[in-house]
């Protein structure tokens, strides 16, 4: 008999002190036993009691194995101590399948290798916990890829798909990961190992004759399939598209024409464009039966994987429609077109594309303001075949008399930007600010294409007639009948918790008269589980049940999943009585509601762990660890402000150590599709965590690095070669150390001049603005007319360089470049004498209170400048970012902090900018060469490398982006010893290998100081 686990959201104080002592003879065992991690500590526990679903439940502990044996290892030890196990890949599960009171195994971190290709029959052998995205990257050199594509491929993993039968856009020609899966290899409940591959009928017998548990899967399994069969033909939903219960109907057909078989003519032999689906083969396979199984049946260490061959050319046409219906009820004529897909976008989420800076740029597709529109897809072997479909659609629509605008798109670029939108639907929608949010429930409903816009209209109007649903959203697979319909409910109030059980009701009702599933790809999980009763009927699903129990007689996988589920308004991450605790906050974090429902955005649909693309999350590039995503930061702040852990943890070295390895990069504010600013909620979280603790010397003396430079260039300047040779020395670097620096770094080198002097000391017009008896006004050459409703007498083109700290005292020479080029161009240039600082190094050090002095002192000096339009331009990325990103929400004036923001641009920015309107374009040298770029995190999260890109090729500059993530340094991240060896793994990850691999006459350019020390630090 299984022990008895509770399902809570919450740790005690007495759990966060340690692992309890019932459980200290099972972590001891299987500490003893594996190679792989076992964690049992409260946080650990904390960090996968959430996956991307809306509940809660704490685990048992975490083992994360490093191959097959450990897997193995850990479900024997696992049976003999009578616990429920749960396998998880990267807990994207949207229904809530990869939480549950249980020892949860995660393959993600280390059994994530392909073990072989075959070319010529077109499969591979991989281990679980590679990600589908990097399985597919690493298969496009050999023309090859996996055909299901869910949205969440670059996180989702192999084993985590094959659970969840995972399938996405492509659907109508590839099928579902059933379709695709040949063989797996696994431990069955016992910790007993099997292989399931295709048998043929007539071998079952033999199979199952034996004492093991899987001759006893052999031998009972196909007589309770052939019992049920004449139920199977009657009742089972005739879609082809459908994740809801065990694959049975596979079985079925695999017993072939005999009895309890259905043969050929069966009913779910329906046609996958040109894919011949294994449901038609003469064979029982039980990976079929894994497929879509959520880890309720055995745990995989190996999966078979039928490839395709990519696609040789693709085209896209952005079909509009005035009301969402209306296109639904195209999908039957688009399908006649043969199309590779179409897929639904809907107004809502076009809306909420249309205002995050990301998205908002890829959005061209989308003309005038439709209810709808469908992205339709074709393949070609060549860009003329498919001008050709493309047109033939456009015919199609009009004749059947469909008049929206039908926009065409060929350029891989174009349609890499429509789709990457598409892909991020849920995460868009889930960038919603406040209460109410896009729930799930119903959001995977799929139904038969030529019923769909009926289904559609039933359910909107359904949920028109309740009051707590402000609104629906609705998106994603139409061609294959199956819409994400996201009704907007608050499930922390009783009514819309109401609601929401109402509505699911009414879909699963409207299922079965469809002939359609409750789900088409998410699953079942804690989300429909409870409604399979309701969807399959009596008798099937005491067929399920019967399925689980020969597979695991102890309900020890994964329980509570597929049958004998709770209600699905139960073991919620939030809920009625969900409450949190206020901190006073620096920042003002109006915009989001507070700084908990800033926390809160996160919902854990773990793009952060997204691998060999983007920027976010760097930490976890280097480390594959959960603890280092930016989820698992949300996640422990989260149940610290809501109590689900003691609020006390908020100060305690643990919650420190989650946040610790936020490089504050800013790539979760952009690639993050629901925004979570990370690095502005790390740096309120450190303010409160230094009050409680103290600041450490390192963060004091990085804070104090731009007054010490001013104290050292105002008193001791000859001294400064004296300063350099000791800070280079080994007893400073020993000091140095003990203050945190990690040995290996040399602080930068102080210049012999300032750049200001230098400026200053030049015979050309410009000058400085001063603050003199309380008013703005220029002084220097420039100072003839004071006019204080005009600052700058009658100004030709006048540009403020906003000189950054290490310009000013270390790089003066980048400064001075800039100089020299903007007045080479004929711009004017002012400095800002009395400018701050712009407070970065606070503001990432744990001290954003105390730099709100130096914010607002810059606010009042640049912003009567900015309100005449007058650019302030800024050469560190970082720092010029500061005055556009953080200072609306630490200044005292916000208003002239607004005003500032909108007219700070970057160095590249301003170049554009004015070269659109003639500038620059006398100046530039002939042929100047080939640069790789590698743009700063900040550059890329708040402006992206376009304007960078552009400048260089406005400059004659033949120019390639490293396609890298973050440099590692991230301001002073990577001068701390703690942080070193993580600092050079974020490089090595893309940037590194790059900057090795440039020609010996190509320029690297980087346009962040610590960018470039970390490239020269890392590999000259």
Same mark, same amino acid.
Request: charged share 20%; net charge neutral.
């Given at each position: 008999?299984?022990?008895?686990?509770?399902?809570?959201?919450?740790?005690?104080?007495?759990?966060?002190?340690?692992?309890?002592?019932?459980?200290?003879?099972?972590?001891?065992?299987?500490?003893?036993?594996?190679?792989?991690?076992?964690?049992?500590?409260?946080?650990?526990?904390?960090?996968?009691?959430?996956?991307?679903?809306?509940?809660?439940?704490?685990?048992?502990?975490?083992?994360?194995?490093?191959?097959?044996?450990?897997?193995?290892?850990?479900?024997?030890?696992?049976?003999?101590?009578?616990?429920?196990?749960?396998?998880?890949?990267? *807990?994207?599960?949207?229904?809530?399948?990869?939480?549950?009171?249980?020892?949860?195994?995660?393959?993600?971190?280390?059994?994530?290798?392909?073990?072989?290709?075959?070319?010529?029959?077109?499969?591979?052998?991989? &281990?679980?916990?590679?990600?589908?995205?990097?399985?597919?990257?690493?298969?496009?050199?050999?023309?090859?890829?996996?055909?299901?594509?869910?949205?969440?491929?670059?996180?989702?993993?192999?084993?985590?798909?094959?659970?969840?039968?995972?399938?996405?856009?492509?659907?109508?020609?590839?099928?579902?990961?059933?379709?695709?899966?040949?063989?797996?290899?696994?431990?069955?409940?016992?910790?007993?190992?099997?292989?399931?591959?295709?048998?043929? /009928?007539?071998?079952?017998?033999?199979?199952?004759?034996?004492?093991?548990?899987?001759? +006893?899967?052999?031998?009972?399994?196909?007589?309770?399939?052939?019992?049920?069969?004449?139920?199977?033909?009657?009742?089972?939903?005739?879609?082809?598209?459908?994740?809801?219960?065990?694959?049975?109907?596979?079985?079925?057909?695999?017993?072939?024409?005999?009895?309890?078989?259905?043969?050929?003519?069966?009913?779910?032999?329906?046609?996958?464009?040109?894919? &011949?689906?294994?449901?038609?083969?003469?064979?029982?396979?039980?990976?079929?039966?894994?497929?879509?199984?959520?880890?309720?049946?055995?745990?995989?260490?190996?999966?078979?994987?039928?490839?395709?061959?990519?696609?040789?050319? #693709?085209?896209?046409?952005?079909?509009?429609?005035?009301?969402?219906?209306?296109?639904?009820?195209?999908?039957?004529?688009?399908?006649?077109?043969?199309?590779?897909?179409?897929?639904?976008?809907?107004?809502?989420?076009?809306?909420?594309?249309?205002?995050?800076?990301?998205?908002?740029?890829?959005?061209?597709?989308?003309?005038?303001?439709?209810?709808?529109?469908?992205?339709?897809?074709?393949?070609?072997?060549?860009?003329?075949?498919?001008?050709?479909?493309?047109?033939?659609?456009?015919?199609?629509?009009?004749?059947?008399?469909?008049?929206?605008?039908?926009?065409?798109?060929?350029?891989?670029?174009?349609?890499?930007?429509?789709?990457?939108?598409?892909?991020?639907?849920?995460?868009?929608?889930?960038?919603?600010?406040?209460?109410?949010?896009?729930?799930?429930?119903?959001?995977?409903?799929?139904?038969?294409?030529?019923?769909?816009?009926?289904?559609?209209?039933?359910?909107?109007?359904?949920?028109?007639?309740?009051?707590?649903?402000?609104?629906?959203?609705?998106?994603?697979?139409?061609?294959?009948?199956?819409?994400?319909?996201?009704?907007?409910?608050?499930?922390?109030?009783?009514?819309?918790?109401?609601?929401?059980?109402?509505?699911?009701?009414?879909?699963?009702?409207?299922?079965?008269?469809?002939?359609?599933?409750?789900?088409?790809?998410?699953?079942?999980?804690?989300? +429909?589980?409870?409604?399979?009763?309701?969807?399959?009927?009596?008798?099937?699903?005491?067929?399920?049940?019967?399925?689980?129990?020969?597979?695991?007689?102890?309900?020890?996988?994964?329980?509570?999943?597929?049958?004998?589920?709770?209600?699905?308004?139960?073991?919620?991450?939030?809920?009625?009585?969900?409450?949190?605790?206020?901190?006073?906050?620096?920042?003002?974090?109006?915009?989001?509601?507070?700084?908990?429902?800033?926390?809160?955005?996160?919902?854990?649909?773990?793009?952060?762990?997204?691998?060999?693309?983007?920027?976010?999350? /760097?930490?976890?590039?280097?480390?594959?660890?959960?603890?280092?995503?930016?989820?698992?930061?949300?996640?422990?702040?989260?149940?610290?402000?809501?109590?689900?852990?003691?609020?006390? !943890?908020?100060?305690?070295?643990?919650?420190?150590?989650?946040?610790?390895?936020?490089?504050?990069?800013?790539?979760?504010?952009?690639?993050?599709?629901?925004?979570?600013?990370?690095?502005?909620?790390?740096?309120?979280?450190?303010?409160?965590?230094?009050?409680?603790? *103290?600041?450490?010397?390192?963060?004091?003396?990085?804070?104090?690095?731009?007054?010490?430079?001013?104290?050292?260039? +105002?008193?001791?300047?000859?001294?400064?070669?004296?300063?350099?040779?000791?800070?280079?020395?080994?007893?400073?670097?020993?000091?140095?150390?003990?203050?945190?620096?990690?040995?290996?770094?040399?602080?930068?080198?102080?210049?012999?001049? #300032?750049?200001?002097?230098?400026?200053?000391?030049?015979?050309?017009?410009?000058?400085?603005?001063?603050?003199?008896?309380?008013?703005?006004?220029?002084?220097?050459?420039?100072?003839?007319?004071?006019?204080?409703?005009?600052?700058?007498?009658?100004?030709?083109?006048?540009?403020?360089?906003?000189?950054?700290?290490?310009?000013?005292?270390?790089?003066? !020479?980048?400064?001075?470049?800039?100089?020299?080029?903007?007045?080479?161009?004929?711009? #004017?240039?002012?400095?800002?004498?009395?400018?701050?600082?712009?407070?970065?190094?606070?503001?990432?050090?744990?001290?954003?209170?105390?730099?709100?002095?130096?914010?607002?002192?810059?606010?009042?000096?640049?912003?009567?400048?900015?309100?005449?339009?007058?650019?302030?331009?800024?050469?560190?990325?970082?720092?010029?970012?500061?005055?556009?990103?953080?200072?609306?929400?630490?200044?005292?004036?916000?208003?002239?902090? &607004?005003?500032?923001?909108?007219?700070?641009?970057?160095?590249?920015?301003?170049?554009?900018?004015?070269?659109?309107?003639?500038?620059?374009?006398?100046?530039?040298?002939?042929?100047?060469?080939?640069?790789?770029?590698?743009?700063?995190?900040?550059?890329?999260?708040?402006?992206?490398?376009?304007?960078?890109?552009?400048?260089?090729?406005?400059?004659?500059?033949?120019?390639?982006?490293?396609?890298?993530?973050?440099?590692?340094?991230?301001?002073?991240?990577?001068?701390?010893?703690?942080?070193?060896?993580?600092?050079?793994?974020?490089?090595?990850?893309?940037?590194?290998?790059?900057? +090795?691999?440039?020609?010996?006459?190509?320029?690297?350019?980087?346009?962040?100081?610590?960018?470039?020390?970390?490239?020269?630090?890392?590999?000259?």
């Amino acid at each position: 008999m299984t022990h008895a686990i509770p399902s809570r959201s919450y740790l005690t104080a007495a759990e966060m002190a340690g692992p309890l002592a019932e459980s200290a003879d099972l972590l001891a065992e299987l500490q003893r036993t594996l190679l792989g991690e076992v964690r049992f500590d409260a946080y650990s526990r904390m960090l996968y009691s959430t996956d991307a679903s809306l509940y809660q439940i704490q685990p048992i502990g975490v083992v994360i194995p490093k191959n097959a044996d450990d897997i193995q290892a850990a479900m024997e030890i696992a049976a003999r101590h009578r616990i429920p196990v749960l396998p998880r890949g990267g *807990g994207s599960s949207l229904a809530g399948q990869a939480v549950g009171a249980a020892l949860v195994i995660d393959t993600s971190k280390y059994m994530d290798r392909i073990l072989g290709v075959d070319e010529e029959a077109k499969s591979v052998r991989v &281990q679980p916990g590679m990600t589908v995205g990097v399985l597919n990257a690493t298969l496009s050199k050999l023309g090859l890829m996996l055909g299901p594509d869910p949205a969440s491929a670059e996180r989702a993993t192999v084993g985590g798909s094959i659970g969840n039968n995972a399938t996405g856009s492509h659907s109508i020609l590839y099928g579902m990961m059933a379709d695709n899966v040949q063989e797996v290899a696994v431990v069955l409940a016992d910790g007993s190992a099997a292989r399931f591959g295709p048998v043929a /009928p007539g071998d079952l017998a033999a199979k199952g004759r034996g004492d093991s548990l899987e001759s +006893r899967i052999y031998r009972e399994l196909p007589e309770l399939v052939r019992g049920l069969r004449e139920q199977i033909i009657a009742r089972w939903p005739k879609h082809w598209r459908r994740a809801s219960g065990y694959n049975l109907d596979r079985l079925a057909a695999g017993l072939g024409s005999g009895e309890g078989g259905l043969g050929s003519g069966n009913p779910f032999n329906l046609p996958i464009s040109n894919l &011949q689906s294994p449901i038609s083969n003469p064979s029982f396979n039980l990976a079929q039966l894994i497929t879509g199984s959520e880890g309720t049946l055995a745990a995989i260490s190996e999966a078979t994987l039928r490839l395709v061959a990519k696609p040789k050319k #693709t085209g896209l046409a952005v079909v509009h429609f005035e009301r969402v219906i209306d296109a639904c009820a195209a999908i039957p004529a688009i399908l006649e077109t043969d199309p590779s897909a179409s897929e639904l976008l809907d107004k809502q989420l076009m809306d909420l594309a249309r205002v995050q800076p990301e998205w908002a740029k890829k959005m061209f597709f989308v003309e005038g303001d439709p209810e709808g529109v469908l992205l339709t897809e074709f393949y070609g072997e060549n860009e003329a075949e498919v001008e050709k479909k493309l047109a033939h659609l456009e015919d199609h629509l009009r004749r059947r008399g469909v008049k929206g605008i039908i926009r065409r798109y060929v350029q891989p670029q174009a349609q890499n930007d429509v789709w990457s939108v598409r892909k991020a639907g849920l995460n868009i929608l889930m960038g919603k600010r406040g209460e109410y949010k896009p729930i799930p429930g119903i959001e995977d409903v799929s139904v038969p294409p030529a019923v769909l816009a009926a289904y559609l209209e039933r359910i909107l109007n359904f949920a028109g007639t309740l009051p707590a649903a402000k609104g629906v959203a609705v998106y994603a697979h139409a061609s294959a009948g199956c819409l994400h319909v996201r009704p907007l409910l608050n499930v922390k109030a009783a009514d819309g918790i109401a609601a929401w059980q109402a509505l699911g009701d009414f879909a699963c009702d409207l299922a079965v008269e469809y002939g359609g599933a409750m789900t088409g790809e998410h699953g079942d999980g804690l989300q +429909r589980s409870s409604l399979n009763p309701r969807l399959f009927g009596p008798e099937l699903y005491e067929g399920l049940r019967r399925t689980k129990a020969i597979f695991d007689p102890d309900n020890r996988m994964n329980p509570g999943k597929i049958v004998d589920a709770p209600p699905f308004t139960e073991n919620l991450r939030y809920g009625t009585d969900y409450q949190t605790i206020e901190l006073k906050s620096v920042y003002d974090w109006s915009s989001d509601g507070g700084f908990a429902p800033a926390v809160e955005m996160c919902n854990g649909a773990g793009v952060c762990r997204k691998l060999g693309a983007g920027t976010m999350c /760097p930490s976890y590039h280097a480390t594959r660890d959960e603890r280092d995503t930016t989820r698992a930061r949300a996640n422990g702040l989260r149940n610290a402000l809501a109590g689900r852990i003691p609020h006390e !943890e908020l100060y305690s070295p643990e919650m420190y150590g989650v946040m610790d390895l936020c490089l504050g990069c800013k790539a979760c504010k952009s690639e993050c599709p629901s925004a979570v600013d990370m690095a502005r909620i790390k740096s309120e979280y450190l303010v409160h965590y230094y009050r409680a603790n *103290g600041l450490p010397l390192f963060n004091r003396m990085m804070g104090l690095l731009p007054t010490l430079n001013s104290l050292l260039y +105002r008193t001791a300047r000859p001294l400064i070669p004296l300063v350099n040779a000791t800070l280079a020395s080994a007893p400073a670097k020993a000091v140095l150390e003990r203050i945190g620096v990690h040995p290996s770094r040399t602080l930068p080198k102080y210049a012999p001049d #300032t750049f200001s002097n230098w400026f200053h000391k030049r015979q050309v017009a410009g000058g400085k603005l001063q603050v003199a008896g309380g008013k703005l006004q220029v002084a220097g050459d420039a100072a003839r007319n004071t006019d204080t409703q005009s600052p700058i007498p009658n100004p030709q083109s006048p540009v403020i360089l906003f000189h950054d700290t290490w310009a000013e005292y270390n790089h003066p !020479e980048v400064a001075q470049a800039a100089v020299n080029v903007l007045e080479a161009a004929g711009y #004017t240039v002012y400095l800002a004498e009395g400018r701050a600082c712009c407070g970065r190094p606070l503001i990432t050090g744990g001290q954003a209170d105390k730099a709100k002095a130096w914010v607002d002192q810059n606010v009042a000096l640049l912003a009567p400048y900015a309100a005449q339009g007058i650019p302030v331009v800024g050469i560190e990325p970082s720092c010029i970012l500061t005055l556009r990103d953080e200072y609306p929400a630490l200044a005292a004036d916000k208003e002239r902090a &607004q005003i500032l923001a909108r007219n700070a641009l970057t160095f590249e920015e301003f170049v554009v900018r004015e070269a659109e309107k003639g500038g620059f374009a006398h100046i530039w040298r002939e042929t100047p060469g080939k640069v790789h770029l590698h743009g700063h995190c900040h550059a890329k999260a708040l402006v992206g490398n376009e304007a960078s890109v552009a400048a260089l090729k406005r400059a004659g500059y033949t120019v390639q982006v490293i396609p890298s993530g973050c440099c590692g340094m991230a301001g002073d991240f990577g001068y701390e010893k703690d942080h070193y060896e993580v600092s050079r793994t974020i490089g090595e990850d893309r940037l590194f290998p790059a900057v +090795r691999a440039a020609g010996k006459d190509d320029l690297i350019v980087a346009s962040g100081t610590s960018c470039r020390d970390q490239i020269g630090h890392f590999t000259e």
